[in-house]
């Protein structure tokens, strides 16, 4: 086993080659970097919150905004269905929970029972097997209340979707490796490595962005509507980017939704003046084209969070599938909606819990900790291994080193995030792959007590300590892939160093050493271990 074939020669040279390239940059400062050659490794390691600092959100979805927003839109949904049957009704609202309203002639009852009941949807687990319950009430009224299954299943779905569009809205911020887990029942942790402005960071995370497309209601006048008399399928909400026309009145009727937009890109109007394009897919496209062509000369409002960003008139039919938002935007302004209608609406709004912002000093003192501390760590490692194995042991202190810059170098080139317990599991590779040098090296002294020579003890050692070696690391690799896959945040940051470091490890530790070693003999021709 001891033998100096070229393939492992030239695997450890550019091993080695490879750790020290992608770990300089990371020693370097960043305006030296930049100034380095295109063919010279550019990447950084991307350090977690703990170390260069950033932003931390506590945020919890408002499941109750939620349930008032179902039961809105099933408010609409019964209007529609009874209107489409042409069964004649009165005080459609919500109360307590549940949508109720009063059938006007007795003898459609059944017949208005029979339609509200279709808007039931099967649900498992729920008790009738349906998510409403659909019922008839004394005077001609039938009430509609969703089961708690479906706004528990419900709010679970929105607190995992909330996780991956703040995901999302984050990445297309430009933020490498935020941390995005869910805490307890309906809040959401957010840690954001390197993001300066925590307002910023809030704005973009916390606005829903549910965008919508409806029609203008122009049958009563706007002094009217405001004064309270709003019809019961229109509302009245802010426009606040016209001062000229602080309210307008708008049909409750969705048209197209914001969820059928597939891009939204900022860009610059006829004037000049910043705007946001948008694109529908297929059928949002077909929708809007429809809706355009059916109503032209009157007016539409493009609705943002339930409120007015623009209410123009519809001069011809726009069958592109896309098309311009205005509304006295700035670049910036522009852009940041842009990266909202791109990531998606949020199902409900979040409220922030708590919010802190880790400064950059605080993280140079956990890198500079965290270095002390791996310095220390080494040199105590290195002293021990060289005291206890002498030459063979400056060997093994050769392959820590090229060990680390592999870890980092490997680190650096898929981009993982290194965090204080990072350092911790950069720490304990070291002792792993010490771990691995002192197996081979007492197994080579017991078969040089037992009258083997030199070269056969040092070639038995690797041979019979690979079991007990592979053995120790398969464990390892096991409990880092548990940690990382179960665990969060700095947990995983932790076992994903590890399970780097192990593998790293067992390549220094078992051909590294190996070709020194066989180097060492084919130069001493030496008779005896120096061990």
Known sequence: MIQLKRWKIVLVVLATIFGIAFTIPNLLPAATVARLPAWVPH???????DLQGGSYLLLEVDTEALKKER??????????????????????????GSVSTRITDAGQVETAYAALAKLAQPLAGAPTGRDLNVLRGPDQTITLTP??????????????????????????????????????????????PGESDPERLRNVIGQTAKLTFQMVDDTVPLEQAIAGRVPPASMLLDQPSNPNEPKVLVYKRILVSGEQLVDARPAFGQSGESVVSFRFNGPGGR????????????????????????????????????????GNFTAESANELSVLLRAGALPAPLKVEEQRTVTAELGADSVKAGAISLGLGAVAIFIFII??????????????????????????????TLTLPGIAGLILTLAVAVDANVLIYERMRDEAREGAGALTAADQGFRRAMVSIFDANVTT?????IMFQFGSGPVKGFAWTLAIGVLTSLFTALLITQVLIGWWFRVTRAKSLPI
């Open 43 to 49: 990447q950084r390691l991307n350090l977690g919150l």
């Open 71 to 96: 039961l809105n839109n099933l408010i609409e949904d019964v209007r529609r269905e009874l209107q489409t049957a042409r069964i004649p009704f009165t005080g459609l609202g919500q109360a307590s």
């Open 147 to 192: 089961v708690a299954e479906a706004q528990n299943s419900e709010a679970a779905k929105a607190v995992e979707q909330s996780i991956e569009i703040i995901r999302r809205r984050i990445d297309q911020m430009g933020t490498r490796e935020p941390t995005i887990i869910r805490q307890g029942v309906d809040r959401i942790v957010v840690q954001a």
């Open 287 to 326: 929708r809007f084209g429809e809706a355009t062509t059916q109503n032209i000369g009157k007016r539409f409002a493009i609705i943002l969070d339930g409120k007015v960003i623009s209410a123009p008139v519809i001069q011809g039919a726009i069958t592109g599938g896309s098309g311009q938002i205005t």
């Open 387 to 416: 005291l206890a194995y002498g030459l063979f042991g400056v060997f093994a202190a050769i392959a820590l080193v090229v060990n680390v810059f592999l870890l980092v170098g490997v680190m650096t080139l898929t981009q993982a």
């Open 477 to 481: 690799l096991i409990s880092a892939f």
